[in-house]
Structure formats: structure tokens, C-alpha cells
């Protein structure tokens, strides 16, 4: 006789009701949709600490999306209380995508962040991008929940007021671009599983003065080289420290 589970052995033996890894490839254009704005966050004060804002009733937004991807879209927010223009501006283009591989990086679009100047209680903290390939419906929608952090301006370090933009599953990794200026990133990812979207980087654009790639803070991340000669200019300075108080103390009278 026959039994049932030997079938259900032999069938999970064969991988036949197991999910199956993406072995094709994507190919199709890169769509971005915004949504979901957050209108609750936190500010860094010009003190450097968090403030909490409730600006549920005070937000302004607009949400421009193109459905299919050629006019890329954007999320425009802020206002100043002198005008109805709004004074910040997040743009999304997607990429145009040929037989790209599972597990490899590529560039599945560019985001240009335009950072104005706004009343505290016209901003937004956030939102969500939902990321889809057209002509290719095998790929499972991503929906990357985006954070926006806004700095209160202090009008004497272009780097403390940078505003940043962060990816939530890239944080620490921001995206941080200059008071009244505007710079454009890259964002990569790859196809994984049965096909979904993963996020893997956010890289600035060549010769870009605009802005930086931060850390979740105000300041710029520092370069390996630039990091690797302050660690040794530290170091130094503490060999020499050592050694100044080592000789006073040598060269104090005894008691």
C-alpha cells in the first residue's frame, strides 16, 4: 500500500512544494511611486538635539507621480509662510533594466533631492517609495519606507544644515545635500528570491558638490584616506602628549 506520506516525503524531497530561487533574469523599466508621507518626526535643533513635531494639520505636500516612469516621480514638500511655493523637492527616475542577473547590483534609478528653506511646521518626516519593474510582473513590488531628517539652519555650517534623506533598511547611510542646494544620488540593488527588489546602496553621482553621502548625522562621512591620516595625526598627538608629561615629570624637583 501506498501511504500518503511517502508521497509528501518524495515531494519535498524533489523541492516540489518548496518555493523556487530566481534563476532568470529582470528586464523592463524602473518605476517609483510615492506615498504614505509621514507627518509626525523628529527636527535637530540647532543645538544639536531632537524635537518632536506633530504637524498632521500643518504639512504641506504633493505627490506627482508618473505611472509609467517616463516623467519620473516627485514628492514636494515645505512651505514658507511668505509664499505657497513649496521649498523642497524629492524626484525619482527609475532605470531601464536588460537581463540583469539574481544577486547582482545594478542601478535601479537616481534620486535628486532638492533642499529648500521651510517653516517647522510645513514639513514632513518621511514617506514611502513603492518600487515595480514595468513589463516585468514576476518582480514583487518593494515598498522602501524613506526617512527625512531636517536640520534647524544655523546659518554658519553648510554641513550641520544639510538635510538628509535615508532609506530605512540603508540607515546609517544618508543622503545629505546642502541649504538651498540640490544633488542627485544613485541607488543599486538586486533581484533576490522569487523575484523581489533589495536595496544595497546609496552612492553619490560623480563631480556632485551638492551634497554628501553622511552617516545619520549632520557631517560628512570622511574618505578611508582622510579617516586613515586623522586616526595617525590622533595617535601622534597622544605619543607626544605622553611623552611632554613623562619629561615634566622627570624634570620636576623633588620634594
Same mark, same amino acid.
Given at each position: 500500500? @501506498?501511504?500518503? $506520506? *511517502? &508521497?509528501?516525503?518524495?515531494?519535498?524531497? !524533489?523541492?516540489? #512544494?518548496?518555493?523556487?530561487?530566481?534563476?532568470?533574469?529582470?528586464?523592463?523599466?524602473?518605476?517609483?511611486?510615492?506615498?504614505?508621507?509621514?507627518?509626525?518626526?523628529?527636527?535637530?535643533?540647532?543645538?544639536?538635539?531632537?524635537?518632536?513635531?506633530?504637524?498632521?494639520?500643518?504639512?504641506?505636500?504633493?505627490?506627482?507621480?508618473?505611472?509609467?516612469?517616463?516623467?519620473?516621480?516627485?514628492?514636494?514638500?515645505?512651505?514658507?509662510?511668505?509664499?505657497?511655493?513649496?521649498?523642497?523637492?524629492?524626484? @525619482?527616475?527609475? $532605470? *531601464? &533594466?536588460?537581463?540583469?542577473?539574481?544577486? !547582482?547590483?545594478? #542601478?535601479?534609478?537616481?534620486?535628486?533631492?532638492?533642499?529648500?528653506?521651510?517653516?517647522?511646521?510645513?514639513?514632513?518626516?518621511?514617506?514611502?517609495?513603492?518600487?515595480?519593474?514595468?513589463?516585468?510582473?514576476?518582480?514583487?513590488?518593494?515598498?522602501?519606507?524613506?526617512?527625512?531628517?531636517?536640520?534647524?539652519?544655523?546659518?554658519?555650517?553648510?554641513?550641520?544644515?544639510?538635510?538628509?534623506?535615508?532609506?530605512?533598511?540603508?540607515?546609517?547611510?544618508?543622503?545629505?545635500?546642502?541649504?538651498?542646494?540640490?544633488?542627485?544620488?544613485?541607488?543599486?540593488?538586486?533581484?533576490?528570491?522569487?523575484?523581489?527588489?533589495?536595496?544595497?546602496?546609496?552612492?553619490?553621482?560623480?563631480?556632485?558638490?551638492?551634497?554628501?553621502?553622511?552617516?545619520?548625522?549632520?557631517?560628512?562621512?570622511?574618505?578611508?584616506?582622510?579617516?586613515?591620516?586623522?586616526?595617525?595625526?590622533?595617535?601622534?598627538?597622544?605619543?607626544?602628549?605622553?611623552?611632554?608629561?613623562?619629561?615634566?615629570?622627570?624634570?620636576?624637583?623633588?620634594?
Amino acid at each position: 500500500m @501506498f501511504h500518503h $506520506s *511517502t &508521497l509528501i516525503t518524495a515531494v519535498l524531497s !524533489t523541492g516540489l #512544494l518548496t518555493s523556487a530561487a530566481f534563476g532568470g533574469s529582470v528586464s523592463g523599466t524602473v518605476i517609483g511611486q510615492w506615498s504614505n508621507p509621514a507627518l509626525t518626526g523628529n527636527l535637530i535643533l540647532a543645538t544639536g538635539q531632537f524635537q518632536f513635531f506633530d504637524n498632521t494639520t500643518t504639512a504641506y505636500y504633493n505627490i506627482v507621480n508618473s505611472p509609467d516612469g517616463s516623467a519620473g516621480s516627485a514628492l514636494i514638500y515645505g512651505a514658507s509662510g511668505t509664499s505657497p511655493q513649496p521649498f523642497s523637492v524629492l524626484t @525619482f527616475f527609475g $532605470s *531601464t &533594466l536588460t537581463g540583469v542577473p539574481s544577486n !547582482t547590483p545594478v #542601478l535601479l534609478g537616481k534620486l535628486t533631492f532638492l533642499n529648500g528653506t521651510s517653516d517647522l511646521n510645513s514639513l514632513i518626516f518621511g514617506a514611502v517609495l513603492t518600487l515595480t519593474v514595468k513589463n516585468d510582473p514576476s518582480v514583487d513590488p518593494l515598498e522602501a519606507v524613506a526617512s527625512i531628517t531636517t536640520t534647524q539652519n544655523t546659518g554658519f555650517d553648510s554641513n550641520f544644515d544639510a538635510d538628509f534623506f535615508s532609506f530605512n533598511v540603508l540607515f546609517p547611510t544618508t543622503f545629505n545635500v546642502y541649504e538651498g542646494s540640490n544633488a542627485t544620488v544613485d541607488i543599486y540593488g538586486q533581484f533576490i528570491g522569487d523575484p523581489q527588489i533589495e536595496l544595497t546602496s546609496l552612492q553619490l553621482e560623480p563631480g556632485e558638490t551638492g551634497g554628501f553621502i553622511g552617516n545619520g548625522l549632520p557631517t560628512p562621512t570622511p574618505e578611508p584616506g582622510t579617516l586613515a591620516t586623522s586616526l595617525a595625526s590622533l595617535a601622534a598627538l597622544a605619543i607626544y602628549a605622553r611623552k611632554r608629561r613623562r619629561n615634566q615629570t622627570v624634570g620636576e624637583p623633588r620634594q
